[in-house]
Nanobody, 118 residues
Framework: QVQLLESGGGLAQPGGSLRLRCTAS????????MGWYRQAAGKQRELVAL???????KWGDSVEGRFTISRDGGENTVSLQLNSLKPEDTAVYYC????????????WGQGTQVTVSS
């Protein structure tokens, strides 16, 4: 059973930064494609970014170049650097492991809260 564990959420001021990390356990194979989605209160879950083991990336529409996704923590980890945070970035951020062909999410973490407020 694949389990995804997020860390690094919290409170940031507008214009500030946070770094999220996700580590997978229980996988009997390398998770080729991992990334992040987010869900704000009252809204649908949306893609933030996905990255595969070859460095290919897929971005959601709301990121606007402020976030960076990487696989620099080793196999089956993914990090998301959130810069120039805005109040509208407030959401629960979910780690996902996705199908390596379709990029559709297959496994989910429990989520970590990011709140941007002064």
């Amino acid at each position: 059973q694949v389990q995804l564990l997020e860390s690094g959420g919290g409170l940031a001021q507008p214009g500030g930064s946070l770094r999220l990390r996700c580590t997978a356990s229980g996988a009997r194979f390398s998770l080729n494609t991992m990334g992040w989605y987010r869900q704000a209160a009252g809204k649908q879950r949306e893609l933030v970014a996905l990255i595969n083991s070859g460095g290919g990336r897929k971005w959601g529409d709301s990121v606007e170049g402020r976030f960076t996704i990487s696989r620099d923590g080793g196999e089956n980890t993914v990090s998301l650097q959130l810069n120039s945070l805005k109040p509208e970035d407030t959401a629960v951020y979910y780690c996902a492991a996705a199908d390596y062909i379709t990029w559709d999410p297959k496994y989910w973490g429990q989520g970590t809260q990011v709140t941007v407020s002064s």
